[in-house]
């Protein structure tokens, strides 16, 4: 015969430090929180570099998002779409109350920087554009007829800026102000290109001047006193002849 079962009636205490509960905690991050629209600027010294750094941030995002793996090369619209990322995240760091306003079609304020400028907001790229009187021309493309307003002191500003100094092989300022204009309003342009020549090593090397080297000692020959020829030997040519003696002449 079997034994029987024996019921046993056990309390567990909660605050037991054995049998303690566990909780558990979910937390959910998209790919927006995890991985930042651009990488620190301060860390680049190239706007190329930055750029492409940038199109490939994209590109995991767009991986997380689709859960699509891509292997290929960076693509145009991929950098374009750095490009205007960078151009963005400028106007919103140093014009973030005038992004605003104009994204909101309301009038900029007396006391901005851009109060004298004809500025417009694109809905398009999501920018701050300059508003011309070049909009009947035909020639130009629609950066040159609105070119992207810029802060100077920003740092994807004078990365930009060196960026076209080195494509035009360190030539004068005015070459590198003509490129800047066709697709930038940068304000205060020509002084932030001065900075940036002021600060470019091939620049400086070529402003250089040569070391003027220290000159040695000068032979005994040019700082004994002057000798008059004949005074330990002579030769006689048939005859005396007549040399100068201060202010006469003698044989």
Same mark, same amino acid.
């Given at each position: ?51 492409? /750094?940038? &199109? ?25 779409? /750095? ?83 080195? =494509? &035009? ?22 002084? &932030? ?11 400086? =090397? ?37 040399? /100068? ?7």
């Amino acid at each position: 015969e079997w034994p029987r079962e024996i019921e046993h009636d056990l309390k567990i205490d909660s605050d037991n430090l054995e049998m303690k509960r566990l909780e558990y905690t979910f937390i959910n991050f998209s790919a927006q929180d995890l991985i930042p629209d651009i990488p620190n600027p301060e860390r680049f010294s190239k706007w190329t570099r930055l750029l492409r /750094a940038t &199109a490939y941030i994209i590109r995991v995002r767009n991986i997380l998002r689709a859960k699509v793996f891509i292997r290929n090369e960076i693509t145009v619209e991929e950098l374009y779409e /750095a490009e205007i990322n960078l151009y963005r995240k400028v106007q919103m760091d140093s014009f973030l109350e005038e992004y605003k306003m104009l994204k909101q079609g309301q009038m900029i304020k007396k006391t901005s920087r851009l109060f004298s400028l004809s500025c417009t907001f694109r809905e398009e790229d999501k920018l701050m554009r300059l508003d011309g009187r070049l909009n009947n021309s035909s020639s130009l493309n629609f950066d040159t007829k609105h070119p992207i307003i810029l802060d100077p002191k920003h740092r994807i500003t004078k990365l930009i800026i060196q960026h076209y100094h080195e =494509n &035009a092989y360190h030539f004068g300022q005015e070459i590198v102000l003509n490129k800047l204009r066709c697709k930038f309003w940068i304000l205060r342009m020509r002084q &932030a290109v001065k900075n940036v020549f002021h600060n470019c090593q091939h620049c400086s =090397n070529r402003r250089a001047n040569p070391m003027i080297p220290i000159m040695g000692q000068l032979p005994l020959c040019r700082i004994e006193p002057t000798i008059r020829p004949f005074i330990k030997c002579g030769v006689d040519y048939f005859g005396p002849f007549e040399v /100068a003696v201060k202010s006469s002449r003698e044989k």
